[in-house]
């Protein structure tokens, strides 16, 4: 690989042992996937952020590495609330580990934004090259932003965000993100009225479908929030980073993208709405989850609108970020004055709070897929609206 003074002097140990150690991991990973070069990054985001996911030998490695990051960095969801853990029956034992992994980050000059949608607080334009981890995000950045990052592992991220550098490979290079497998809709008029959830389970079927190739969807018209459903599923059934929307997301505008959607010969899978329809179970809930990926604005003012003047009958959980909850208090506290509880910092997946909950009803496919490996639940696919009426026994 070609190095820069920097690179070079970051391999000689010149910045400290650590920073040596994640130039050694960057150098691996390049030459593994045989990048010519080392490429500076605008923004990191670091998963293996709770303790359920990285356990002690995760956390005792945190602890050997010193130094601060180079560019803005954020952490992934953790494995409970920050301040008001006690409230929600996490463990002490566990409690006191997740807290040890929050200083660690915080002493690498990792942000604690502990958000799987850093997007929201963050500017991120496109083009811009970063070393993000968390699949829903690396998906949403790379879609629907038009920023371009790898699916970076743990190390990889940590280590690009104490050396601001990534290997320039894979999905970094414009003539690797064209798409590589379509997907047509055998009733496209009956996605008008298809919600956040129906495309998370359009997502969880084209993400197994998929694999890691990049498809390529016409006959839909999604917004933003239903692009961030459909990119969690597709990234959690199969390893989709990057996925192109006809006229929706902005590579599919670009010339060089429009003569390879045009003229290149790839698989056509039709996949029909009764597929989809068949992912909406009919089992009983015990808990309600939501927000996985953590909610939106949008999203956190449909739920508070449906929430009002309604009470929720048994364990109603919103996973949320902390700004965003800062920024609405009058609409959290619509929905807080329900009974439902609203959670930052961490998520349905790799919190204890879900762990052997019984029937966990959520309109997430990202969440559906990961339930039962992550929590040993089963889960239960349903709308916004379905999730809100059930919560409430109605």
Known sequence: MELDKYDQALLNG????????????????????????????????????SFKTIGDAGLSWLNTLSGKAVVPSFLNPIGMPRDEWQNLGIPDDFAKKQLEVNAAYARLGIRLTCTCTPYYFNIIERGDH?????????????????ART????????????????????GLHIVKNRVPQIDFHIDDPAATKSWTNAH????????????????????DIRPNRDMLKSLGAAMAASGAVALYHVNEITPETRFPFFK??????????????????????????????????????????EELASLLESRRVVMPFYIFAAEELRAKHPDLCNKILSSGAKIVPDTCM???????????????????????PGMCKATPLLGTLEECVRAGCGE
């Open 199 to 218: 495309y998370g389970a359009l997502g969880i079927i084209a993400g197994a479908i998929s694999g890691n190739r990049i498809p390529f969807f016409t």
């Open 349 to 371: 997946v790799v919190s204890p709070l879900m762990d052997k909950a019984g029937v966990v009803m959520t309109n997430s496919g990202k969440a559906f897929t990961y339930l």
């Open 150 to 169: 790898n699916r970076e592992g743990g190390p990889s991220a940590l280590a690009a965000a104490l050396t601001g550098k990534t290997p320039y490979y």
């Open 259 to 300: 003569k390879h959607i045009e003229e290149d010969d790839r698989e056509v899978v039709e996949i029909e709405v009764a597929e989809i329809e068949e992912l909406f179970g009919s089992l009983e809930a015990d808990v309600i989850a939501l927000g996985c990926p953590h909610l939106s604005e949008e999203e956190l």
């Open 14 to 49: 010149e910045y400290g042992e650590t920073k040596q150690k994640m130039m050694e991991i960057l150098l691996a990973l390049g030459k593994i996937y045989e990048a010519e070069k080392f490429i500076e990054v605008k923004s990191v985001q670091v998963s293996g952020a």
């Open 130 to 146: 970063l070393a993000w981890s968390e699949s829903s995000a690396v998906s949403y950045v790379n879609s629907v932003l038009g």
